[in-house]
């Protein structure tokens, strides 16, 4: 995910030499360097000190090790925040950070790694407009980027945006599927399947019609589409879309209980 941010950043005007990247890895440092002609060091607190924006690009285990290590440097420099780790709260990452920090909390998916992301952001109350702006098109870079009000409201973006392109698959995979079963060839069903569900998406995204019209306007009375849609809505498919994202929403909120009671 830091390689897409990166990425993006460079595509949309961002100059190499604004950034930084740290790991403890210096081999792929090196690789990260090669390819986007960024700056790389494995020094935490070096990297941070360099920065306006710190992205913590970490995985949640290891988040408080290295929240602890750059503290005395971001206590100084006071950077914007940026963590993309899912679970871990605004509070307890700005506990981590030494307090008082500007924070922005990012819940991307993995379309991002295509240009075509969706992420979902919160800011606590230390920061800026300015700094909201330039998080806002950092991940913009990537995607699209919307703002939550209240940080419990990241669970939902994790259900519905941050969980959902496996959704997505799983109809391309069932779709596909049944394709296959009638006789079309597996390469034509799942070539077919994949630039119908892009277009509807991007029909979707350029119309003013709601997802309801666009789909009344496919069925024709009695003919092939309403006799699906029927099937669908007869087999309980919004109930049991209903339930699937309340499972993962319900999940969302159990990892970020059990990330908090093991710090």
């Known amino acids: 995910m830091a390689s897409a941010i990166i990425g993006g950043m460079l595509e949309n005007g961002y100059q190499a030499g604004n950034i930084w990247v740290s790991a403890p890895d210096d081999g792929h440092l090196q690789s990260i360097r090669k390819r986007f002609g960024v700056s790389v060091t494995t020094d935490n607190r070096y990297c941070a000190q360099q920065a306006d924006i710190v992205v913590l690009a970490v995985k949640p285990q290891v988040m408080a090790d290295v929240c602890h290590d750059i503290a005395p440097v971001v206590q100084n420099t006071r950077p914007l925040m940026v963590s993309i780790a899912a679970g871990l709260t605004a509070e307890t990452l700005d506990t981590w950070l030494g307090g008082g920090m500007p924070l922005v909390r990012v819940m991307p998916n993995t379309p ?16 800026k407009d300015a700094q909201k702006t330039s998080v806002q098109s950092m991940f913009e870079s990537i995607g699209s980027a919307l703002w939550v009000d209240d940080e419990d409201q990241l669970h939902g973006v994790t259900a519905l945006s941050g969980s959902g392109p496996a959704y997505f698959f799983l109809m391309l995979e069932a779709l596909e ?14 070539a077919l399947a994949i630039q119908t569900m892009a277009g509807a998406a991007e029909m979707a995204a350029r119309s003013d ?35 699937a994202y309340g499972a993962a929403f319900d999940r969302s909120r159990e990892m970020s209980k059990e990330l908090a009671d093991k710090q």
């Open 209 to 243: 019609d709601d997802p309801a019209q666009l789909k009344r306007n496919v069925m024709s009375p009695g003919g092939t589409t309403e006799r699906a849609v029927n099937t669908f809505e007869d087999g309980g498919l919004r109930q049991l879309v209903k339930k």
């Open 177 to 190: 599927g049944a394709a296959t079963e009638a006789g079309i060839a597996p390469e034509t069903a799942r």
């Open 112 to 127: 991002s790694l295509v240009g075509k992301g969706a992420a979902g952001l919160f800011a606590n109350a230390q920061v």
